[in-house]
């Protein structure tokens, strides 16, 4: 089992800047990849970025690219998102999720915080 706590959310103006970060704990779990989703009120949830544990390589939906920044510290089982230029369309519950397994699905996921970008 793997636990994963989110942090960082809060209240922004247009413009402003974030960043969120989500610390995985558990026994003896491997780590293949941490991403990041948000979802929006009234909307599909929506994958935003996504870091591999071993290479750090990062990869990003189009509507953050540029953006948005993922990363991640090995030792502290953290992963982070720095968010900057925030727009109102950036308002959602942000979710961090791992992949324990080499296999496509994310296995577990947190409990969300919240970002609300006012315009």
Known sequence: QVQLVES????VQTGGSLRL???ASGRGF???AMAWFRQAPGKEREWVAAI???SGSTIY???VKGRFTISRDNAKNTVYLQMNSLKPA???VYYCAIRTRD???YDYWGQGTEVTVSS
């Not at 960082?8 to 209240?11: A, E, K």
């Open 61 to 63: 939906s189009d509507s």
């Open 8 to 11: 960082g959310g809060g209240l």
């Open 21 to 23: 970060s989500c610390v």
């Open 52 to 54: 591999n544990w071993n």
């Open 103 to 105: 296999h496509p699905q």
């Open 90 to 92: 950036d308002t959602a």
């Open 30 to 32: 491997s780590n293949y």
